[in-house]
C-alpha cells in the first residue's frame, strides 16, 4: 500500500505504524516510549502526528498505516505541542546542563566529580552523551524552561548488586516496566504509586532479587535517561568501540557486543543498537564479563618457585627454568588438567604440546567425571533451541535458570505462556518456574521412581496418578515434546541413573532433548582432545604413576598432590593459596585474544581480541609454543603453532564408549529414614576457568551466595532463623555448620546449597537433613 | 576521635558536617582548610571551613559526595567518630578593605564562601554575594549568607530561581547596576572558579580563587597538590589554597586533576561502601 509522509509518497507492504513507516524512509519524529522489542504504549506523546481526515493529533507509534493515508510529521503546531510535552518533562528531571552556555568548558573541568552520589545535572549524569532525553531536547533548541522545576528528591536505589535507579531521573516512559513485563516476561519491574508519587520497580518495596529479579540488565539497557545505570560502567564514559563477540560462559555462547574504551573492556550488552536491543543475555554475560577480565585479583608476572620461595622472574627466565624441567621428563607420567572454557586454539596446541614435549595421552579436564561424561553424551542428541521454542509441550528436570541460559528459560516462558504445558521437576523456583502447569519437588529417591513410573506409563499405559498420566501421554503422542535436563543433575548421586532413563524416555517417544551445559567451550575440547575421565587420571595420580602435572587454567585439587614432582601452574586467575606450583605462568583471558569456539551444531564460532592482554600475561598458545621450543625438543614449537593453525572446518566432539561403565547405572542410592527437610545440593554451573564467579564476582556473590544454605522464607519464620544465622545440618552421620540467607525461591521443606566441586559433604545429593539453629 | 554533632544532607550530593574539634577552630581562619580522614585506609580528603563556633568547639564544613571516602563521610550519623581532623592548614585568604568585593559561590563554595563574606562585612566591605547552581533545589544558606551581604544575587542555570545564567550573567547584572568591584572571590568547583577568572578579566581586579587540587598530606610534603601560578611552582595546601586566577595555569590543573580518575572510578565501585 501507498500513503504520503510529508509529502513523500512511501510504499509498505506490511502491517507497520506510521512511526516505523517514517523511520524506515528517513523521516525522524521524536520519541521517548516506543521501543522496537514492544507493544506500542503511547505514552510520551512525542510521537504525534497530524493525518487527513482524522481528528485529533494521534501518536504515530499507536497508528497502523492505512492505504492513502496523508500524514505530516512536522508542522507548526505539532512542533509547539511537542515542546510543551518536552517542557512537561524537563520540569520534572534535572536538566540545569541542557541550558547552560558553559557546558563545554564544564566537560573539561567537570570530569573528576562526575562520579557524584546523586545526579543533578547532564554533565554529572553516568548516561550523559548516551541520553535519549538530551537528543530529543537538542532536535528541539530548547533554551528556557517554561514551567518551575520540580525535584523528587527520591533516595537513589543503590542496595541491589549490578545497577543503581535514580528515579529523580525517570521521565515515566514505562520502557523498563515493558521489557521485563513482555519481552523478558520476569513480571519484576511493575509502576508503583500514582500521580507524581509514582517510580517504577519490584512490587510491594520487595529488593529486586527477592521479586525474581535475574538480573538481565533489559531494562537498564532500554533506559533512555540515567535513572537505570550500570554500577561497574557508570563513570567510565561512553566507550569508543562496539565490537561483535561471543560470550564464553556457557554452551549457548550467546553473541553479545564488546564495549571498550582505550583498548579496556568497560561492559557487555546485547548485539544491535544499544538502547534499542534488550537482548537474550543473563546476568553473567550482560555484567560479569567485564567484571572477570577487569578483576584486580589476577597472576600479573611470571614466577617461579626457588627453594627459598616465589620470585618474580621475567618471561624469558620462566620458560628457561620450565623448559629444563620439561627436558627431563620420562614418557607417559605427566598429566595435563585443561579448562573448558579456552579456544580451540588452546587446545590444539595443548594436545601436540603433550604428545611432542610431555609425551603423555593423559589430557583431562576437571569437569569431566563420569556424571559429565554421560551427560555430554547424552547431550550428543541435544537439539537446537528453536526447537525448544516450537515445542507443544515441555518437561524441564532440574532447571536452575535463575542466573544461566537465559536463551533457554525465555524460550520456555515464552512457549509456556502461549499456552504448551510446562512441567518442571526440581528443587528451586527459578524464572520459568511461574509458567509452570505443574511443579514436582521430589523426595530423595523420587526423581528416579518418578521417571520409572512415566516410562511404565509410556509402554504400558498404565498410571495411577493423573498428572504423570497426563505428562506420559504428552511425551508419547505429542509431535514436539522437549526435554530440558539442567546441569544440576551432574551433582545428584542418581545421575547416571537419571540420564539412562532419560535416554531409555527418549527412545520410545517422540522427545526431543535440550541440554545446557555450564562450560563455554567443552564442545571443543572434546572436538579436539581425547580427554580421559578425570577419576582415572586422579587414580593414576594417587598411585604414584604421575611426576608432572601441567594444569591449563584448571584447578583439581587445592593442595599439589604427594608423589607429583613438579606442577606448572598456568592460568589468568591466582593459584588455590596452599597449591605452591614451581612454575606460575599468567594467561590471557577472553577478549584478551582471539579464538575458536565450537557452535551448537560443530561449526566454528571465531572470538576476536577486542582488549589488550592485561599486563605482562600471555596466550595459552603462545606460552606452550615457547616452552616448547626451550624444552629442547625438536621442532615441538613450530608444530604446535602449526597444529594450533589447523582449526577443523567441523567440530565434532567424540567420547569412547566404554567410559560410561555399568557399574556407574546400577544401584539407586537409598534415600535412607525420613526426616524434616530435604538438602538438595548444586556444584556451582558459574566457573569460567578456574574462578567460581560466585566466589569472584561480588554481585553475582550476592545472588546465589555461594557456601550458604538457602532456605524458604516461611521455614526460616518458623524456626525462628534470620539471614546470616549459623545452622547445624546432620543427615545423622555427618553434621555440618553453614550460614544461612533467607530466600522466597526454595521451596518449603527444602534446604538448598552450593558447593564447589566434587560431590559435597553428605553421603546422598539429595538427602533428607536435620536443622538445628546455632545459638550464639 | 572527633566526634560528629550533626550531618545532613542539604541538597541533593551536598551534606552539612558538623565536627567537635575546639583544637581545630581555636585559630582557624576564613579559607583555611582541614584534612579528614573518613577511617583507617580512606583517602585523606581536604575540606575547606563552611562555618565554625569557638566557643562550642565545633566545625562545619559543605562537602560534596563525589566518590569512596566522601561517600563514607556522607553516611555518618550524630554520635559517630572521625578518626583525623586536622588543621587550620593552608593561608588564610587575604581579608582587608578592599571597596566592592563581589564573592561568588558555587556547590559546595556556597558554604566555604560564608566565612570570606562575614570576615569581609565585619572590615567593612561592601560585599555582594552571588550564588550559583543549576537549578532552585541546588542552592542553599541564602538567608544565612544576605546577614552580611549588601546584596545577594542568585543565578540558576535553568532559570528557575533568580536570574538564568551563570557566572556571566551576573557580570551583566553589575554592569546594569553600575556596580563597578574591586576584587573578586569565587569559591566552588574547577570550572567556577575557572569562568570567573574568565569573565572578569577586563575589570583587571585580581580574581581569588581556591584551587581543589589532588591533595594527600596538606603540609607541603608530598607535592602532589603543585600548580603553577604566575610561572612558578606552587603547593595549594601551603601557599594556597587562595590564588589570583589571572595567573594560575588551568590547562595544567585541569591535566592533574584527571590523574587518577580511572583507579577512582574502579574504587567506586569495587570498595563494597554500601553500593558506591
Known sequence: MKLIIDNKTIEVNRDLTVLEAAEENGIYIPKMCAHPELVPYGGCRLCIVEIEGRKGYPTSCTTIVEDGMIVRTDTNTLQDMRIDLVQLILSEHPSGCLLCEDIDGCSQFQETIRKVGVTTGCRWCPKDKDCELQKVVESFNITELSLPGLYRDLPVEKYDPFFDRDYNLCIYCGRCVRICNEYRKSSVLSLRQRGKHTTTGPSFDNNHTDAGCEYCGACVSVCPTGAMSEKSRKWWGMPDTYSSSVCPLCSINCEIQVLSLHNKIVGTIPPGKPHETAGELCVKGRFCLSEIVNRTERILEPQFHYPEGYGIVSWDEVINKGGEILQNLKPERSAVFISPDLPVEDYLAAKTFSEKVLKTDVITSSCFDTNMIAYTKLAFNSVSLEKVRKADNILSLFLNGNYNFAPLTMAVKGAASSGIPYYQLGWIKDTTSRFATQIIVPEPGDEVRILDRIITCIESGKCDNEMIKELSDRLKKNDNPVIIIGPWVLSLTNCTIILDRIRKIISITNSKLYMPDPHGNLRGLLSSVSLKPVESVLGKINKGEIDLIYLIGDAPFSVKPKKVKHLFYQSAFPAPEDLEPDVILPSTLWGEGGGTFAGENGSPVTVKQVANAHDYAISHLEILTRLASASKVKGAGVAIKNRAGKVPVRLMQQIPDDYVTASALSGIASPGKKLEFIMVQERSPHMYMNLDLGRGIEGLGELVMPGHVQINLSDAKDMEIENGDSVKITDNEVEKTYPVAVRKNIPKGVVFLTILNGSGDYKNNPCYVKIRRVNV | ?276
Not at chain 2, 558538623?18 to 580528603?45: K, L, M, N, W, Y
Not at chain 2, 585580581?206 to 612558578?232: A, E, F, H, S
Request: proline fraction near 4%; hydrophobic fraction near 40%.
Open chain 2, 1 to 276: 576521635m572527633f566526634k560528629v554533632i550533626e550531618r545532613k544532607s542539604i541538597v541533593p550530593n551536598l551534606h552539612l558536617l558538623v565536627v567537635h574539634a575546639p583544637d581545630v577552630v581555636e585559630t582557624i581562619q576564613p579559607g583555611q582548610f582541614v584534612i579528614i580522614h573518613a577511617g583507617e585506609g580512606s583517602e585523606r580528603i581536604p575540606l575547606t571551613a563552611a562555618d565554625w563556633d569557638r566557643e562550642e568547639g565545633t566545625l562545619s564544613i559543605v562537602f560534596m559526595e563525589v566518590g569512596t571516602s566522601t561517600g563514607k563521610l556522607a553516611m555518618l550519623q550524630p554520635g559517630d567518630e572521625i578518626q583525623t581532623v586536622v588543621g587550620p592548614l593552608g593561608v588564610p585568604i587575604e581579608i582587608e578593605k578592599f571597596g566592592v568585593v563581589v564573592c561568588i559561590g558555587g556547590c559546595f563554595g556556597m558554604g566555604s564562601i560564608y566565612p570570606v563574606v562575614r570576615a569581609l562585612k565585619e572590615k567593612g566591605n561592601e560585599v555582594i554575594t552571588m550564588l550559583e547552581g543549576r537549578s532552585k533545589n541546588l542552592l542553599y544558606w541564602e538567608e544565612k549568607l544576605s546577614k552580611y551581604s549588601d546584596k545577594v544575587i542568585m543565578l540558576t542555570r535553568d532559570g528557575s530561581y533568580g536570574y538564568k545564567g551563570h557566572v556571566k550573567k551576573g557580570v551583566e547584572i553589575l554592569r546594569e547596576q553600575g556596580i563597578k568591584p574591586d576584587r573578586v572571590i569565587a569559591n566552588g568547583c574547577t570550572t567556577l572558579s575557572y569562568l570567573a577568572t574568565r569573565d572578569y578579566a577586563h575589570y583587571d581586579i585580581p580574581v581569588i580563587v581556591t584551587l581543589n587540587t589532588i591533595m594527600i598530606d596538606g603540609t607541603g610534603m608530598c607535592g602532589v597538590c603543585r600548580c603553577t601560578v604566575d610561572g612558578k611552582m606552587k603547593f595549594a595546601c601551603v601557599d594556597g589554597p587562595s590564588f589570583d586566577g589571572r595567573l594560575v595555569d588551568w590547562d595544567e590543573l585541569a591535566a592533574r586533576r584527571k590523574q587518577y580518575i580511572s583507579e577512582e572510578a574502579f574504587l567506586v565501585h569495587h570498595s563494597g561502601c554500601g553500593g558506591f
